[in-house]
Nanobody
Framework: QVQVVESGGGLVQAGGSLRLSCAASGRTFSRYAMGWFRQAQGKEREFVAS????????YYADSVKGRFTISRDNGQNTVYLRMNSLKPEDTAVYYCAVGAPDAGTSQWEYDYWGQGTQVTVSS
């Protein structure tokens, strides 16, 4: 059984920063890609960022490129999403997911999902 648990969400002012963490257990963490997705109220879930199994390949949505950084620590079975220069439009529930080794930007490439963590950016 794979467990995925996100943490680090909260309320922040526009221009501020947050770091989300995602701990995964139940599989050999280093063999799988990890992705972050988000869903704002009334909108569909969208891709944010992903990192492949080795950490050498990353993808970002255009809307977060240059502001967000995804990284992973295979020794700690954890993936991080550092979010800088946050904007009110970044407000959403952020989900972490475990996918195929070289999974990219499609949510259909990811098999296991966490419950999500709320990020709220005030203007």
């Amino acid at each position: 059984q794979v467990q995925v648990v996100e943490s680090g969400g909260g309320l922040v002012q526009a221009g501020g920063s947050l770091r989300l963490s995602c701990a995964a257990s139940g599989r050999t963490f280093s063999r799988y890609a990890m992705g972050w997705f988000r869903q704002a109220q009334g909108k569909e879930r969208e891709f944010v960022a992903s990192v492949n199994w080795s950490g050498r390949t990353t993808y970002y949505a255009d809307s977060v490129k240059g502001r967000f950084t995804i990284s992973r620590d295979n020794g700690q079975n954890t993936v991080y999403l550092r979010m800088n220069s946050l904007k009110p439009e970044d407000t959403a529930v952020y989900y972490c997911a475990v996918g195929a080794p070289d999974a990219g930007t499609s949510q259909w490439e990811y098999d296991y999902w966490g419950q999500g963590t709320q990020v709220t950016v005030s203007s």
